[in-house]
T-cell receptor, first 114, second 115 residues
Framework: EAQVTQNPRYLITVTGKKLTVTCSQN?????MSWYRQDPGLGLRQIYY???????DKGDVPEGYKVSRKEKRNFPLILESPSPNQTSLYFC?????????????FGPGTRLTVT | AQSVTQPDIHITVSEGASLELRCNYS??????LFWYVQSPGQGLQLLLK??????LVQGIKGFEAEFKRSQSSFNLRKPSVHWSDAAEYFC?????????????FGTGTRLLVSP
């Protein structure tokens, strides 16, 4: 089944404790992206990747890091999480950045930072 | 830079009644336009998209949307709402020269369906 998977689905952590949210897709997609969803703000893009080893900042990259060492994986790293990073996070992928194909979303990761 | 406005935070519709969710965008050239639905506890699912051509776009689950360049709108419609349509709906816009790189989402409209 074609899908985007994220782990963990739920995470409660404390301020400053490094964490990684994994994202993996099995559709051989070149383009991958991370979003955060907050009430009243919709989805905002954090980082995106055009292909392996090519990443760039979205609208809200502060406090986050990403890497794209393999085509299928695009982990989101919070080196020192803070309470304002409490949010619902979505990973997404599409065939190419300019594809007319749709962008597929993962199920989301709900992160709470205390 | 492109932007999206969904003026209605919540909408309540009776089951069987028609639905229209509003979306206005701001972008200088021809945009890519999308509607996504998010059911409770789920990720986002694409309902329909507009890239070019016919301005009336048909999507899944009986939804359609019409691109009106003169009004900078891309409103989502459904002739008869079912209880299972209760969800949050997001409009999104992309630029032709950046594609998914800079997809901008609206703040969403939560649809409630009353019996």
């Amino acid at each position: 089944e074609a899908q985007v998977t994220q782990n963990p689905r739920y995470l409660i952590t404390v301020t400053g404790k490094k964490l990684t949210v994994t994202c993996s897709q099995n559709m051989n997609h070149e383009y991958m992206s991370w979003y955060r969803q907050d009430p009243g703000l919709g989805l905002r893009q954090i980082y995106y990747s055009m292909n392996v080893e090519v990443t760039d900042k979205g609208d809200v990259p502060e406090g986050y890091k990403v890497s794209r060492k393999e085509k299928r994986n695009f982990p989101l790293i919070l080196e020192s999480p803070s309470p304002n990073q409490t949010s619902l996070y979505f990973c997404a992928s599409s065939l190419r950045w300019d594809s007319s194909d749709e962008q597929y979303f993962g199920p989301g990761t709900r992160l709470t930072v205390t | 830079a492109q932007s999206v406005t969904q003026p209605d935070i919540h909408i309540t519709v009776s089951e069987g009644a028609s639905l229209e969710l509003r979306c206005n965008y701001s972008y200088g050239a021809t945009p890519y336009l999308f509607w996504y639905v998010q059911s409770p506890g789920q990720g986002l699912q694409l309902l329909l998209k507009y890239f070019s051509g016919d301005t009336l776009v048909q999507g899944i689950k009986g939804f359609e949307a019409e691109f009106k360049r003169s009004q900078s709108s891309f409103n989502l419609r459904k002739p008869s709402v079912h209880w299972s349509d209760a969800a949050e709906y997001f409009c999104a816009v992309g630029a032709w020269n950046t594609g998914f790189q800079k997809l901008v989402f609206g703040t969403g409209t939560r649809l409630l369906v009353s019996p």
